[in-house]
């Protein structure tokens, strides 16, 4: 090999780690030739030593176990989110319907129970349609009520895990 034509990352890797083999003297050769092959072998040669270093943490030997308890020890508040949201909009249907429609669609939907999913869907539209009311003025609630679920089950997450966010 003359210094004309440089050695491919691939051929330094393999001679920086040793898997040469009948072509170690060419390529020796051409490295104590070329300075730019030879700046290249050392700076695989750096790169080797340094990922070679440990500098992870440290673990105690009861380490895994420790969390795990944590974890079964943090209060599992689903239950609670979901009664809480069932309140909200109830709340909110309370406040924007008032008492009166609501009883009422709660009461045609009772007297349905009996009947196809067909007849509640049918009892949905002459609700809406008794109200001057769409599907949005259902269905946004519903989306609303569902984005502030994710967010809360994000946020309990984070919670959970200490996450360095919350703590601002």
């Given at each position: ?10 051929q ?17 050769g ?13 700076q695989?040669k ?14 105690s ?7 795990a ?10 239950l609670?989110?979901?009664a ?19 009883l ?8 349905m ?8 869907a ?7 349609a ?26 309990t997450g ?10 601002l």
């Amino acid at each position: 090999m003359t210094s004309e034509r440089h050695l491919t990352d691939e051929q330094i890797q393999d001679f920086v780690d040793g898997n040469i083999g009948s072509d170690f003297a060419a390529i020796a050769g051409h490295i104590e030739e070329c300075a730019r092959c030879r700046v290249a072998v050392d700076q695989y040669k750096a790169l080797s030593a340094g990922l070679s270093v440990d500098t992870g943490p440290t673990l105690s030997a009861d380490f895994a176990a420790r969390v795990a308890a944590r974890l079964h020890a943090a209060p599992d508040w689903t239950l609670a989110l979901v009664a809480a949201s069932i309140a909200a909009v109830a709340a909110v249907l309370v406040v924007v319907f008032g008492f009166e429609p609501i009883l009422e669609f709660a009461g045609n939907l009772s007297d349905m129970q009996a009947e196809a999913t067909g007849a509640a869907a049918t009892a949905v539209k002459s609700f809406l349609a008794r109200y001057n009311l769409t599907s949005t003025h259902i269905v946004f609630p519903i989306i609303t009520l569902l984005f502030y679920l994710v967010i809360d089950s994000v946020i309990t997450g984070l919670k959970r895990r200490g996450h360095a966010l919350l703590s601002l």
